[in-house]
C-alpha cells in the first residue's frame, strides 16, 4: 500500500483554508469525503462530488439522480492512474459550491506503525455550513469582526460563538482524521 500526500486548499476564500493529509492511495472516494469533512471541519450535511479530466464521482442526488460515477466504487488510486491529473477538484454543498482543490504530492511507503489517513497540516479555519458560498462567506467575516455592524449581532447568535478565520481547532481536527484511521485499520487476520 502506497501513502500519497495530499494538499487540499479551499478555494476562493481568504484567509486561506489549506489541509495536508497522508492517505493510502487505495482509499475509496466516499472515504476520502469522509477524511476531507473531517479535516476542514465539515459537518457532512451536503452532496458532494469529485471531478477529474472532466470525470465526476459522487452519490447520485435523490432529486435529479445525474451521471456521476459511484464515489463507493472507485478508489484515489484508481483516478489518478485513469485520468492522469496532478489535480483533482472536491466539490461539496451544491447550494454554496464549497470547491476544494486536491494537489496529489509524492507518492510514499506507510511508516510503521502510523495510522492513515493523517492530517499534517492545517492553516486557516473553515468556514460555518451555510453561510452562502465564498461571498456569503466574505459577508459574514466582515459583520464578525466589525460589533457595529448591524448583521453582526444576528450572525453571531447564528453562528453561536466568535470567529477567527486565522485560528483554526487543529487538535480538535487531527483528533476526528485519527478517529477515522482507527475505524478503518486493517484488521489482523488469525492464522
Not at 482509499?27 to 462530488?49: K, P, S, T
Not at 483533482?88 to 492513515?116: N, S, T
Not at 448591524?150 to 478565520?165: Q, Y
Request: glycine share 8%; proline share 8%.
Amino acid at each position: 500500500m502506497s501513502i500519497i500526500d495530499l494538499k487540499i486548499i479551499l478555494e476562493y476564500v481568504e484567509p486561506a483554508v489549506t489541509r495536508s493529509l497522508k492517505v493510502p492511495a487505495n482509499i475509496r472516494l466516499d472515504r476520502l469525503h469522509q477524511i476531507i469533512q473531517a479535516a476542514m471541519g465539515w459537518h457532512n450535511c451536503h452532496l458532494y462530488e469529485f471531478m477529474a479530466a472532466e470525470v465526476r464521482w459522487g452519490v447520485p442526488d435523490p432529486d435529479f439522480g445525474g451521471d456521476a460515477l459511484p464515489a463507493n466504487k472507485s478508489t484515489l488510486w484508481d483516478v489518478i492512474e485513469d485520468t492522469g491529473v496532478k489535480t483533482i477538484h472536491y466539490i461539496y454543498d451544491f447550494g454554496d459550491g464549497w470547491d476544494h482543490q486536491i494537489k496529489i504530492g509524492k507518492f510514499g511507503d506507510p511508516v510503521p506503525g502510523e495510522l492513515y489517513p493523517k492530517l499534517t497540516d492545517v492553516a486557516g479555519t473553515c468556514p460555518p455550513e451555510d453561510v452562502g458560498g465564498a461571498p456569503g462567506y466574505e459577508e459574514f467575516l466582515e459583520a464578525m469582526a466589525d460589533p457595529k455592524h448591524p448583521e453582526h449581532d444576528e450572525l453571531k447568535e447564528w453562528h453561536g460563538h466568535s470567529f477567527d478565520p486565522n485560528i483554526p481547532q487543529t487538535d480538535e481536527l487531527k483528533l476526528d482524521v485519527l478517529k477515522l484511521a482507527k475505524k478503518w485499520k486493517p484488521r489482523k487476520t488469525k492464522t
